[in-house]
């Protein structure tokens, strides 16, 4: 075994006396050493300079399986069950039992070593069907591992390797010979152009490692953004360059009021039920309302009003009050709209929201129980439909979403409604990605508004979206405790989309 510390010295002293080069593969065996060692010295010497030349090479080799060295020390399985029966036979059941068993029937049965009798009395019964055999697998075998593997044809090596006893190896070496700068002892380069080195004017005598400007070099440790943060962060980006104002969404208990009754939801609908929402227990209620403004909403619930003749129920404080964790960021905007009512002069605005919202949702691929929303509202007079469907086109395409479809929808807060549609090329299918319309008159008027004043809103998911961005199919691969954190280092820090 050589020691490995002088490898490159002993390969430059071998090479010294080759008439025309030396294979790496076969250096690597001559001094006794794994062939990466021998690898690594060459890459060593390479970084000298011209000492020596390298050119790599690729070539198949056969090697014996850990099953092809069990074969080459015991026999083959055929042979073994040969073997395994006695002149008087020996019962199928029972020669199932051994190791060799099922694999080696089958083989001995096609080269007629063996015969099977059914009628056999106890049952199925094996019998030899001839009186010795010659084990050839087990010959061809001891060829290769003796590097006698030109013996054999291609045939007989691949029906080896189909029973998983040979296996083709590709091995990498190099073909080394003799550089412009060719010596037999090694220098170390030194790495670095020291202070002393000036001081005394020894750098002159030294010999310097090149700079090599294709390193990579370390990557630094530091943190990664989720993909959700990274779109976000871009959602946000381009709501601002639209000239929208970030509404606050930092309390995520909201009252059923400002969740349901001041968007015109009815307290019966199906939406404010437990299996849809989840209920505080503590605490259960909230105190602090408007009382002119909750008294208008009660009213245009029901008795109507504004044009509309409500839903003509019997509403009761006591569901409005119930605390619950936000289904919606809708409810935001409610308040953002009432605000802007309270001012008296009225200016058109753009608000929106990015944050997370809670429904009693079951888990599947594209649900979640807790998600974030995306809230969009423009107050303005005389805005319509066409200026909702332009706004989410304008935004979609600056996030790089092109493929848009939009479907009529209901919705009790807004008249007309739209549901967002964008394509998932992973999915191969149109998936829902938001919700949208213009608010009704019965929710904005009791706040305050003028009439001829239009809101146009839109939630939109964000997890959706980013799982179109990132061509993810499982929306629990995004979110959750089967988030595949190499998915997060992996991801780019941005993309330039054409």
């Not at 025309?20 to 062939?35: K, P, R, T, Y």
């Not at 000492?51 to 060295?69: D, M, N, P």
């Not at 959700?228 to 946000?236: D, E, G």
């Not at 964790?325 to 809708?330: E, G, P, S």
């Amino acid at each position: 075994m050589a020691d490995c510390s002088v490898l490159p010295e002993s390969l430059l002293r071998r090479l010294e006396k080759a008439d025309d080069g030396l294979n790496s593969l076969e250096v690597a065996g001559a001094l006794g050493v794994d062939h990466q060692l021998v690898v690594g010295a060459v890459k060593s010497l390479q970084s000298l300079g011209e000492v020596i030349q390298a050119e790599q090479r690729s070539s198949k080799h056969w090697e014996l399986t850990e099953e092809g060295k069990e074969v080459v020390d015991n026999g083959s399985h055929e042979a073994r069950v040969f073997t395994a029966v006695p002149l008087e036979g020996l019962l199928q059941s029972e020669l199932m039992k051994l190791p060799s068993g099922k694999v080696g029937f089958s083989k001995a049965m096609s080269n007629k070593w063996i015969q099977l009798d059914k009628n056999a009395e106890g049952g199925p019964r094996i019998y030899r069907a001839v009186d010795s055999i010659t084990d050839s697998v087990r010959e061809k075998l001891h060829l290769l591992r003796d590097g006698k593997e030109d013996a054999m044809d291609d045939k007989e090596k691949n029906e080896l390797k189909k029973r998983k006893l040979l296996a083709e190896v590709n091995i990498k070496t190099y073909w080394i010979t003799r550089g412009s700068a060719f010596t037999t002892s090694v220098t170390k380069q030194e790495t670095d152009l020291t202070p002393e080195m000036i001081a005394s004017g020894s750098w002159r005598d030294k010999n310097f490692k090149a700079y090599n400007f294709d390193a990579l070099g370390v990557i630094p440790e530091c943190g990664h953004l989720h993909p959700l943060m990274k779109v976000r962060t871009q959602f946000r980006q381009i709501f601002l360059e639209m000239g929208f104002t970030e509404m606050p969404t930092n309390n995520f208990i909201e009252s059923s009021f400002w969740n349901f009754d001041s968007l015109f939801q009815p307290q019966q609908h199906p939406a404010r039920d437990q299996h849809d929402t989840f209920f505080l227990e503590d605490p259960a209620e909230a105190t602090n309302f408007p009382m002119d403004y909750l008294a208008r909403v009660k009213k245009v619930h029901s008795e109507g009003g504004y044009g509309s003749q409500g839903y003509k129920y019997d509403w009761k404080i006591k569901e409005a009050k119930k605390n619950i964790l936000r289904t919606h960021t809708t409810a935001v905007s409610s308040r953002m709209l009432y605000q802007l009512a309270q001012q008296g002069n009225f200016t058109p605005v753009k608000y929106f929201s990015i944050d997370r919202v809670f429904r009693n949702e079951t888990l599947d691929a594209t649900h979640l129980a807790e998600f974030h929303q995306i809230e969009g509202v423009v107050a303005d007079y005389g805005l319509t439909l066409g200026d909702l469907m332009g706004v989410l086109h304008q935004f979609f395409t600056k996030l790089g979403i092109t493929k848009l479809r939009f479907k009529p929808a209901y919705n009790p807060y807004t008249e007309p409604s739209m549901e967002v549609f964008s394509y998932h090329e992973g999915l191969k299918k149109w998936v829902e990605v938001g919700n949208s319309g213009i608010f009704r008159p019965e929710m904005l008027l009791p706040m305050g508004l003028p009439e001829g004043v239009s809101v146009i809103a839109w939630g939109l998911s964000l997890e959706r979206p980013t799982m179109i961005k990132y061509g993810i199919n499982n929306i629990r691969e995004l979110v959750g405790h089967k988030v595949n954190l190499q998915m997060v280092y992996d991801s780019p820090i941005c993309r330039l989309d054409s």
